[in-house]
């Protein structure tokens, strides 16, 4: 199997066929004025894998969060990630990715929901600053999926707010019941499905889409363990993972984001 069909299949939306470029970006007055670097798509995704792995070994680093760096951040941020991801306590991505300050956009809410501002955030990294990777990032054990799954089974009302939630992880419900997983594994079937979803809906974005195609930007979905601190990454396989090298992807996107699975 072509190696991109592959990746879709599993969820690694928009790899842009070009992951590995490393393309000029505009800088603009809203991003602070450089683009970030020149971190390629597949750069950034290595730092945060390594990053993970320090953390679930216990031997963070801790970069980037002394007075220098505070300084040297100060009259501009170019991160080389977004990461967006739920408001859990146990899941901050500057300490599961070991990274600090002007490292990462970060962007939480419950169960990593998509609205408009939430999208307008998550746009703002790779548009206005030049950020090559959007993570989308579900975890086990979600507390917001919990709920809404128990709600949506039992028709639980959770009061105004918290059933927008609800409303919103509906369309992940919906497609973990269709595919006919267990009941002991409908909540972690939904969170993975909102991640692959949300991913989706990211790869379609249209300020995203020509990042996407040019190779500048890649969008990723990922999955965090709260039982090992480990970050899955969907569309990677073991060898990758294990390695914490990308194979470079080169070559056009065959299809539209829109066609993703
Ligand atoms: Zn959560």
Redesign the pocket.
């Known amino acids: 199997m072509e190696r991109r069909t592959l990746l879709r299949g599993l969820g690694l939306v928009a790899a842009g066929g070009a992951w590995g470029l490393a393309v000029p970006r505009t800088a603009t007055a809203a991003g602070g004025g450089t683009p970030s670097e020149s971190v390629t798509p597949d750069e950034a995704l290595e730092r945060l894998i390594a990053g993970n792995r320090r953390f679930v070994a216990g031997e963070l680093l801790h970069p980037h969060q002394d007075v220098e760096r505070r300084i040297e951040v100060a009259p501009s941020q170019h991160p080389f990630a977004s990461v967006f ?4 306590s146990r ?1 901050p991505p500057e300490v599961v990715f070991d990274q600090g300050l002007g490292d990462l956009f970060v962007i939480r809410d ?3 929901n998509l609205d408009a501002l939430i999208q307008g955030s998550v746009e703002y990294g790779p548009v206005e600053n030049g950020t090559p990777l959007v993570v989308v990032m ?2 086990q ?5 919990i709920a809404a799954v128990e709600s949506l089974e039992h028709g639980v009302d959770l009061g105004p707010y918290l059933n927008e939630i609800v409303a919103a992880l509906k369309p992940a419900y919906d497609a973990a019941k269709a595919s006919g997983v267990p009941a002991e594994e409908l909540v972690d079937a939904t ?1 993975r499905q909102q991640t692959a979803l949300t991913v989706q809906v990211l790869a379609a974005d249209p300020r995203l889409v020509p990042l996407v195609d040019a190779g500048a930007l890649a969008i990723q979905g990922a999955y965090y363990s709260l039982d090992t601190g480990e970050v899955s990454w969907s569309g990677l396989d073991d060898q990758a993972q294990a390695s914490g090298r990308l194979v470079s992807r080169r070559g056009r996107r065959e299809s539209q984001p829109s066609s993703v699975r």
């Not at 991801?85 to 859990?88: A, E, L, Q, T, Y």
């Open positions: 991801s739920c408001i859990d899941v419950a169960a990593q579900g975890h054990r979600c507390g917001a999926v969170i």
